[in-house]
Structures are given as C-alpha cells and as structure tokens.
C-alpha cells in the first residue's frame, strides 16, 4: 500500500493564500474569518484532500477521543455492553478501543498501560481481579469499573444488583416448593460470583432452610465460553448423582446454564417435570428452546451507557458514582411447583 | 479526576544525566549506551512514572499501532470475528478499534473517515453496501474487506463461501426428498445475501427443481437484533399460508432463524416431523434446543485472524489477497427424509 504524503496545514494555508491559524480557526469552527475567507479556506481542504491529524491533535489537547474497554472474554453479555457504551459515545464523538484481558491479570495490567500510554479519555473495565493494583504511573487515567467490582479502589462502579436477582431466583425457587436447590457459579474470584452466592443464601437462611455446601458448584476458575459451558455441564453431572439429588438448579450465566442443560439433557430429565431451572442473561434463542427458559435478565446495554454517563462526571467533574441497576426475574416455563 | 502533568523525555534525561537521544536511543532498544546508563535512564523513568506517549510516536511514524474494525452491529457472528482479530493483532501490538456503522452508509463513511484520521494502521470492514464509496482522502488507509465483498474496490477479501454453503444446505434438504424449500434471506443489498440466494437457486436447478419466488423472503432491509428476528417470524407465518406451503426451511442467518423457529413453535409445526429446518451460524446454544439444530457453520473466528493477515500483507507488500472459508453443514437433527 502506497503511502501518499499527507497535505498539511501548511498546504492548505499556502493554497488558501492565509495564515495557518486563520485555517486553524477555520477547521476549529472559530467564527473570525469572513464566510468568504472560510470557503476558501474550505475549498482548498477540498482539493488538496486535507484531513485533520488526531494524532496531532491528540498531543495537543491530550486525550484521544478513545475510551478502552477492558473484558475477559468476548461473550454475548459484554457485546450487549458494547453496544450501550457505542450508542453513549456517539454523544461525545468517542471510539471504543475493545482489548480482551483473556480472564489473566498480567494481561489486564498490559492492556491498561497499552490504553493509558495511547492517552484515552478513560477505560471502562470489567475486572479479572477482585483487587485492582494499576501502578501509580498508570493512575491518571480514569478509569470506571463495570460489572465487577474490586474492593481497593475508590471509583466509579456500575453494577447489576447480584445479590438481588440471585436471591428472586432462589426464592421463587423455593416459594415453589424446592428445599434442594443447586448453584452453580462462576470462576470464585470475581464480585459477581461472591454476590450471587450471597443473594442464594441468604434466600434460603430467610426462609429456614439449610444451606448445603454440596449444592454449590463453580463452573471453574477461568472463562472463556467452551471452559464455562463445560463447568456447567460438570456441575450437573455431579448434582444429580448426590444421595439427595436437587429438585431445582440456578445457572447464575448463560454459558453455565447452556452446559447444565445439556448435561440435563443426556441424563434425560426433563425440564420442568422433572427438574425445575432458572438461568441467567437475556439471549434471544432462550425464547426458541423447549421450554422457553426462565432467567434473571441483566440489563447490559444499559449497564454500557450508564458506565459512559459514570465516565464523564468522573472526569469532568470528579465524582465517583456508584451505578446499581436492577435485575429482573423473568418467567417462562423451566420451573414448577412441586407442593 | 486530576489530570498530573506527565514527565517528559527531558525530565528523565535531566534526572538521569544523560541526554534525550541517550533516553531516546534506550527507549527503543538501541544498544549504544552502557549497561550502567541504560539502568541510570530506566531508573530515572520508574521514579518518575514516566509512560511513553504514544500520541506522539503516532505522530512521528505516522501509523498508531491500531487497527479499526467497522462491522453493522454487535451481533455474536461480528464477535467470534472480533475474537480472531484480537488473537492476531496480539502477534504485532495492535489494539482495535471496534465502531458499529449501524447497517447505514453514512455513519459507515463517517466511521471510515474517523479511524483514517487517526491513522490506524487500517481497517477491517464489513461493508454496509455492496458498493463502496470511500472518498480518494480516505484512500490513505489501508481496508480490508471481511465477510462482505464490494463491487468496485480492489481490495483485500476475508470471505465464507456463500455459494457452496448454501447449496450444501439446499442439496441436503433435496436429498431428503423435499422439492417445496423456503428460504430466508437477510438484507438484499449485501454481497452474503446474493451469495446464499445463488447457492439455493444452483442446487434447485441441478436437480431440476422450478425455483419459485414465492418460496423466497427476506428479512428486511436492515440488520439488528429484533428487526432480522421479526424477519425471520413474518417470512415463516407468510410461507405457511401458501396454497403449496414448504416442506423445508432454510434461514440464512442465525437471527432470521431464531425468529423463524419462533413461528414454528407458535404454529405448532413440529421440526423435523412436520417440517425440516437447516439453520445457518455456529452458537453453543444450538445444541440444547429441541431438537438440536442442523446449521452451516461459519470459521468466524478464523475469518478474523485471516483478515489481520490479509491486512499486513496488504500493508507491507502491497498484496491484495482473497481468502474464501469453506462453510460446513453440521447435521443434528432439525431435518428428515420425507421420500
């Protein structure tokens, strides 16, 4: 690919027959020209294929128009905040530079500094560590935390409220009769994972009933679709072999929740009947299955608007804000009462 | 959020005595000092928390070590790409801008024009249009075309072979001794959409099969999520209402077919008893569905990697290069032979 010179201000000044900070002015809407000097000015921008150097700018100004946005992996639910924070930057003129920590926190911190060195307006992470050590160096660029918390750090977090979605889904669970009720969660070292177990146990504390470490499964301690679905389809395959097998299971995301209904699937039980299921996440094949599937619907695009709205008042105005979105519970038909 | 100044190149020069080519010639690994100054210099940075400004290497090579993606939306099929891209980019350093053009031309051009003044290193593009108009100042940067061809650009291709995909589903269900096929189709404007259409008409003729337009629909002019869903419900609940409705159903895309399967659900036509299905796209929840669905699977993650090598390619030695994927039919069981 050929690399054609790029004109510069210069050139346009020159062609212009003005000075470069009347083209300066020009291109940075400052009404001081006259509109005939303006056309001109735009008429040789036109000829010459002038286009502003951000890089330039950038240096100048000292952000980017760039904000970072830090996953562990590229699964649906970070897609769906992807497109809440792209509908949000397109306010401000941003673009999203997208990086994959890959669920490892060495890669997590490179990527902060790779983001931090290009100078963006501000990162938003969803977290691989329940503690967040950036080097000092790296701290002057915002950064807001999405999804996941982290315990060390005063900044701004938007969240779903885990607890309380995990606790609707158990009660509901148990309001239908279901005393054995089996969770299987994801990788144990993230927010996300400690508050839904939370929500879980304190549902079943509220309503008297014991609370069985046997019952408890992680889907394992690393994401990444094909590792998480196997986690779920793990998690059952141990469950329902238990002396006191569970009458009702809790996925707490869809990837755990795709593996356990396979493994229900090859044990041949079948859901509601003889087994009831609640999962996770909104996807619209979950409307196709048979059953239709019941699940705590998090609401991620508005969870990637809101971290952009969280990321301006941040930086413009120093506030940390703590965004708690809720959940719902919405039900079709993979549970039945059993009293 | 307090914005520190940054410490310069001369603040670590003057810190550690030594000049800025000294600092400069350490940065990047120019083993012309001693190894005691070279220690001198990266102690003076890590005091300091002085981070390269990548602005302003941008600047002075003129590429900024980033490369843009421009796909319609969010949907998985764009994610599992973007997973490949970020496998590959790992290899050279390059971070991706990810920017949605939101299936509209003009935000597409827009988008074209503000990753070119960024100077990314090029651009993987899913174009929105079947032609592509980039204007001659845009030309600058280097685009490689993913998934979708244009017409009248030589540039790089990473494509599926629609075609062959598309007949391998079509001959399948002809095989199966199904004669009346109803296919679903996405945007007619796009290159995979003529492709899968030429696919289905090919096999159709080869077995002497009449093809009637009547059997062919589309899922509307526009992508995103709920809108090639509804396609994919209204295509089915008209094909049904023929005087001769299909045996068999064909949805070119994962979306169309989630909604075309919602309509068969509601119909109360039982795949694959009363009517055969064969869906298109690779999604782990395709195997938990009742029945598991047979599906031409797309290599999006490998049409990722191949289109950050088609780009360097492109780049360094001016090689336009096509690269066409194979689709594969995965049969689960979603169709039955009706001979």
Redesign the interface.
């Known amino acids: ?4 010179k ?1 004109p510069t201000l210069y050139d346009v000044a020159q062609k212009a027959n003005v000075s470069i900070t009347t083209v300066s002015n020009v291109l940075n809407n400052k009404n001081e020209a006259s509109q005939k000097t303006i056309d001109r000015v735009n008429e040789a921008i036109r000829q010459l ?8 700018r ?2 100048k100004v ?1 952000t ?1 128009k ?1 904000v970072g946005l830090i996953v562990p ?4 639910f970070f ?2 905040i ?2 809440g924070i ?1 509908e949000e930057c397109q306010n401000h ?1 941003w ?6 920590s890959e669920e490892s926190e060495k890669r997590q911190n490179e990527v902060i ?7 963006v307006s501000g990162i938003i992470l969803a977290s691989v560590t329940s503690k967040l050590y950036v ?4 701290q ?1 660029v ?1 950064i807001v935390l999405i999804d996941r918390e982290v315990e060390n750090a005063n900044l701004p977090v938007v969240k779903a409220n885990n607890v309380e979605g995990s606790y609707k889904a158990t009660e509901t669970l148990i309001q239908n009769g279901h005393r054995r009720i089996g969770i299987i969660l994801a990788s144990p070292g993230i927010s996300t994972t400690l508050q839904r177990k939370e929500g879980y146990i304190q549902a079943l504390k509220r309503y008297g009933i014991e609370v069985d470490e046997k019952l408890m499964f992680y889907g394992g301690d690393y994401t990444g ?1 094909k590792t998480q ?1 196997n986690g779920g389809y793990q998690a059952v395959m141990k469950m329902i072999q238990l002396p006191e097998p569970p009458t009702a299971i809790f996925a707490t995301n869809h ?1 755990l929740m ?1 593996g356990a ?2 493994a229900l ?1 090859e044990a041949n039980l079948k859901i509601p009947d003889e087994i009831s299921f609640i999962g996770f996440d909104d ?3 979950q ?4 059953p239709p599937f019941s699940i705590i619907s998090q609401p991620a695009v508005e969870m990637g608007r809101q971290a952009i709205q969280a990321l301006q008042k ?2 413009e105005k ?1 506030i940390v804000t703590t965004t708690v979105l809720q959940l719902e519970l919405i039900t079709r038909n993979s549970y039945r009462s059993i009293t």
């Not at 992996?73 to 649906?76: A, L």
């Not at 500094?113 to 100078?119: C, I, T």
């Open positions: 690919m050929e690399n054609k790029n294929g002038y286009s502003r150097n951000e890089s330039a950038t240096l000292g980017s760039l992996d590229n699964n649906p897609t769906q992807l497109t792209h003129d673009q999203v530079v997208v990086a994959t500094e790779m983001l931090s060195a290009r100078q080097p000092e160096k790296l002057k915002p679709t679905i990837l795709i209904v396979k699937k996807h619209p094949w409307e196709i299955t048979d941040f930086k120093n």
